[in-house]
């Protein structure tokens, strides 16, 4: 029997109000067509159309009403990925890929390690890419004092920066320059949210 093909996996990160759950929100309720399993730190507390799957005190699991499978885990994120991987191989959920959103304040490299340093995970899954997002209005003085706001730059391969809208144009090149200066590997892409009517496409096209 032939190996199933690795599940590819994006790191969602970003500090406390760059927007994550907005976006999470939108892959998990939109039709978008595609059956993306989420992996989430707490759920929203907007009611949505959902079957719950399991519940017990590490983990729960919800089948959303547009395909895509929401997980929230409290601790271990190496056992959530187990469990969603078992689900998928007897059939129980069907997905094509994961989503994981970190906490605003953490740090994404150990989250990004645990597909690297891991063996189960990494005979099942593939880190394709850490997306950042970063808010325009708060994130100067997040740079300024956290480490951590600086670290999601650096790790990502992909930053979208959100309420461009509420900051003056050189306040936002500024913040551009100072992203490229973090991670210059980005300084090409000029690949930027300016408002919240590009998010569902983009989370569709990933």
């Not at 340093?117 to 994130?139: F, G, N, P, R, S």
Request: charged share 25%; net charge negative.
């Amino acid at each position: 029997m032939s190996a199933l093909p690795l599940i590819p996996v994006t790191i969602i990160t970003g500090f406390l109000g760059a927007g994550k759950t907005t976006l999470l929100k939108r892959v998990l309720t939109e039709a978008h067509g595609q059956k993306i399993a989420v992996i989430e730190n707490e759920f929203g507390e907007e009611a949505i159309d959902n079957e719950m799957l399991v519940s017990d005190d590490s983990e729960q699991i919800i089948q959303m009403s547009n395909g895509c499978v929401c997980c929230t885990i409290r601790d271990d994120l190496r056992a959530a990925l187990s469990t969603l991987a078992e689900k998928r191989r007897s059939g129980a959920l069907q997905f094509d890929r994961v989503m994981i959103e970190t906490t605003g304040v953490a740090d994404p490299g150990p989250v990004a390690q645990t597909f690297f340093m891991d063996d189960d995970v990494a005979e099942q899954y593939m880190l394709d890419a850490i997306i950042t997002l970063v808010d325009a209005k708060h994130a100067m003085q997040q740079l300024d004092t956290r480490l951590e706001a600086q670290r999601q730059i650096g790790f990502a391969d992909q930053i979208f920066i959100s309420k461009a809208e509420l900051v003056q144009p050189a306040e936002l090149a500024a913040l551009q320059q100072r992203i490229s200066r973090i991670n210059p590997r980005q300084a090409k892409n000029g690949a930027f949210w300016r408002s919240a009517a590009h998010r569902s496409a983009r989370c569709a096209r990933l």
